[in-house]
């Protein structure tokens, strides 16, 4: 049975986590209402651009009407020349009718290019006004749409709170039974949590020993050369240099992979896991140099080693409980051991015989 505490803290979970839903909610309601203001922005500005068309449309009908007013004023000035040209036809007729002529094509030309053009400007601001219109239209159902878009995650809102309610409520009422369950869950949950870590040392390790291995792989050869100089095979010492020289390079290029900041590689936090690692050598050789002083006096059970921060002990009285004529200790030692410096995976212990 859960503990008030543990009951409290679990309320206290699910208060937190009904509290980052519904800010949740409340922050997709502040982008909704900033995207319907955004288009209520977009639909002011097609109402600024339908006005301007209006008054491009009324510039140019004041325009027509001045072109018009011209045109006959031209008129009353073109038959005011033909009368002075007819009344010169007389005293000559000839030259005058040529004139008149010219006079009287270049005016019909004149004319119909001012109607071309005045019928030209009416399509275009017909055209601008339709498609003016027609953008109005478009925002409105947008604005239409956005609304529906709202309205629907309201209601999308309230049926989650709601249903978050009633969850709650059943997780109220059957939190008694759920509560081995839940104390089952965290044992699994820190033992998954206790292999993860662990998982996370061995890699920590590999990086250490890729970040190191040119400068060892160095180390050693120079012994090499120092201890056999003189009996050493030409041919070891060929590939062996060679194999140094690969290793220097993959050191080289982890380096400067790392000193390449693409990714963080937490540099600090890898430094604190190799010195809790050495700190943690030291401690369990000091354990090994205790246990084996006093492995003759234990009578309760051998302590074989740790994984992570779980400490593994077997039983040397097992007697005829199940499983006893399968278990090996040394076996189990030498498992163990190999699990603490990297060279096996916990899952490498599925099938023992073990608690």
Known sequence: MPTPTELAAQLKEAKARQKAEREAQQEAARQLSAQAKAVREQAKAARDAEKAAAAQLAAATRE??????????AEAERKRLEKEAL?????AAAAQLAAEKAALRESKEAEK??????????????????????????????????????????QESLAAARAEEVAQRAQK??????????????KRARIRQEECDETIRQIHLIRDELETVGERA???????????SGGTDPTDLQWMQALVDE?????????????????????????????????????????????????????????????????????????????????????????????????????????MEHD
């Open 113 to 154: 290019a001012a109607r071309e053009m005045a019928a030209k400007e009416a399509k275009e601001a017909k055209e601008a006004e339709k498609a003016a219109k027609e953008a109005r239209r478009a925002e409105e159902q947008r604005e239409r749409e956005v609304r529906d878009a709202l309205r629907r995650q309201q």
């Open 218 to 228: 160095q180390e050693l050869l120079e012994k090499l050369v120092y201890m056999c």
């Open 87 to 91: 009344r010169e036809a007389r005293e």
């Open 64 to 73: 027509a009407r001045e072109r018009e007013k011209l045109e006959k004023q």
């Open 247 to 351: 290793a220097v390079k993959s050191q080289e290029r982890l380096v400067k992979l790392i000193e390449s900041a693409t990714i963080d590689w937490r540099t600090e936090q890898h430094a604190r896991v190799i010195d809790e690692e050495d700190e943690a050598e030291d401690d369990e050789d000091e354990e090994d140099d205790e246990d084996e002083e006093d492995e003759d006096e234990d009578d309760a059970g051998v302590k074989l080693g740790k994984f992570g921060k779980m400490e593994v002990v077997a039983d040397e009285d097992m007697g005829d409980e199940e499983g006893a004529e399968t278990f090996d200790q040394e076996e189990y030692k030498r498992a163990m051991a190999g699990l603490r410096k990297g060279r096996m995976l916990p899952k490498d212990l599925d099938g």
């Open 173 to 186: 009422r059957k939190a008694e039974a759920d509560a081995k369950a839940a104390e089952a869950e965290i």
